[in-house]
């Protein structure tokens, strides 16, 4: 089955041109979600423990799992990146930003969407997706987008909130439906137990596959 449209997914963070990992580890054993160590080298996925949790292998986690169910739907996705490396890595000059490096992968995939994927902190819980203001009224507005995998992932998970907002990212400056995913909180232990249970991560990623499906349907 194939629908001929391209989703290119980028699974937030990764390595730093230093090496380091800007995003903390945090433990989510105790009755509190709290940062075990911060920016750090540590390549290993399997040294941490079932329930140490780290957003660069969390934001790629759930982008595989939402790989596989958007290509049994029949969508063509492409990453940002595959591994541990942060995506500017793969360009020569490191000073590129990022929302340019999107910019020129969407284009050069011919991308029909553009889905960020982060987990988030801060105090909170349950899913935030974003996307930009429409520069003026009637250009592309991504809010069906955002909002349809919003409202995916609290199905999915019973979660008592979820919110769509505007928020100006960079890497959302696109010409395409573009939305920046904070699947749940990372300091929040509820939304934690959540995503490390059992199957979370998969059924994170099918959520927003479906959402993206979802909001494909009802576009065409
Ligand atoms: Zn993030």
Redesign the pocket.
């Known amino acids: 089955m194939t629908n001929e449209k391209m989703i290119v997914i980028d699974p937030?963070?990764g390595m730093g041109s230093d090496g380091r990992y800007k995003?903390p580890i945090m433990d989510c054993s105790g009755p509190k979600a709290k940062v075990v160590r911060g920016a750090h080298n540590d390549r290993s996925m399997d040294d941490l423990g079932y329930l140490c949790y780290r957003?660069?292998h969390g934001?790629l986690k759930i982008a595989n799992e939402a790989y596989n169910t958007l290509g049994t739907l029949g969508y063509h996705v492409q990453f940002t990146r595959f591994d541990y490396e942060d995506v500017a890595q793969n360009y020569p000059n490191a000073k590129i930003p990022k929302w340019k490096i999107v910019r020129h992968l969407t284009e050069l995939y011919g991308a029909d969407a553009f889905v960020a994927l982060?987990?988030?902190?801060g105090g909170g819980s349950g899913p935030r997706v974003f996307c930009r203001q429409p520069k003026a009224p009637g250009l592309l507005d991504s809010s069906p987008l955002a909002r349809c995998i919003m409202q995916s992932i609290v199905s999915a998970f019973d979660f008592k909130t979820g919110k769509v907002k505007r928020k100006n990212y960079a890497v959302l400056n696109s010409k395409i439906p573009s939305a920046l995913v904070?699947c749940c909180f990372h300091d929040n232990i509820d939304d934690m137990q959540n995503l490390l249970g059992s199957d979370g991560f998969e059924k994170m990623g099918m959520a927003v596959a479906h959402g993206i499906d979802r909001w494909f349907r009802r576009a065409s």
């Not at 982060?118 to 902190?121: G, K």
């Open positions: 937030g963070h995003r957003e660069d934001t982060h987990t988030n902190a904070e």
